[in-house]
């Protein structure tokens, strides 16, 4: 079968499309056909090294999320079956690339996976499990500081993938919602339910002070200056702390993989109650370029890399 493995750590030209084994499935495993992977900016830091893989070296294949029809099934699996269509996260932070989702077939254990509901394309639902799963979890983290009903949530990033369902989870859950959109998109933002939008240019010490920040960029010190005193601020990323005296708690999302959460974002999306978006579909073959378009920046959407 085709794959797509990093040969070293660097660039997109250590992305190199070849021939890899085939994979079995094992026990309480399937064999995934892929349809469609998600290209992620962890895809993009995992071969430029900034995601640290301790004693594994290249290559490896990038890849978390994934759609496609089961080929075949292990021993001691029950709950698929060959033909079912599914979409599921590689929990690549395990993995490290022994799978990766940027292949024709991919071994992956049940838990990993749902079904995807009829009406859900392949392409759309490979956007969801890594960017929903995040933004439903750093909210958990928010909801834990008991926040007052209505509340005011900022949330930077608003464009981007976790930024967008972040918005769009938070408005469900009650939150007034300040979100910070790129130049051009605000009218998507806005779409999205938030209650204020502002610009990307904007100066976060005018905004607010909002009660909890959920900071998906992240931007890191900046939004010190839109949350009050004993707020909350949820990043992606770890970030410098915010000054101690004011009492303001930092919380770092790490994702983790929670398939009954999973299967309620995807049947969500599917049912239309949240939106996702692409900007553009690529033969898996050219994932370099994908990469190229992920560091330029600029996008619109998700790039979903597509095979077969």
Known sequence: ??????????????????????PKAGSGQVVVRVRAVCVHPADVAATTG?????????????????????????????????????????????????????AEFVAADTDWL???????????????????????????????????????LLVTGASGGVGGFVTQLAVQAGYRVVAQASHG????????????VISRSADLATVGPVAAVYDAVPVGEAVAAAVED???VVATRPTAPIIPARGVRQELQLIRLDRELLADLVGQVA???????????MPLTEAADAHRRVLAGGLRGKIVLTVG
Not at 1 to 20: I, S
Not at 185 to 196: F, K, N, Q, S
């Open 1 to 22: 079968m085709r794959g797509v493995v990093a040969t070293a750590l660097g660039g997109p030209e250590v992305l190199q499309v070849t021939d890899l084994p085939e």
């Open 185 to 196: 998109d605000e009218e998507w933002v806005r779409g999205l339910g938030a209650h204020e």
């Open 230 to 232: 004993r707020g909350i």
């Open 114 to 152: 749902v079904r995807l509901p009829g009406g859900l394309d392949f392409v759309s639902a490979a956007t969801v499990p890594l960017n929903a799963q995040t933004a439903h979890q750093g909210l958990s983290l928010v909801s834990l500081a008991l926040l007052p009903a209505g509340s005011s």
């Open 271 to 281: 049912a239309g109650r949240l939106r996702t978006r692409v900007a553009a579909t």
């Open 50 to 102: 900034e995601i640290p893989l301790g004693p594994d070296t290249p290559p490896f294949a990038p890849g978390w999320d994934i759609a496609g029809e089961v080929a075949s099934v292990g021993p001691g699996t029950a709950d698929l079956a060959v033909g079912d269509r599914v979409v599921g996260m590689i929990p690549w932070y395990l993995t490290r690339g022994a799978p990766g989702g940027y």
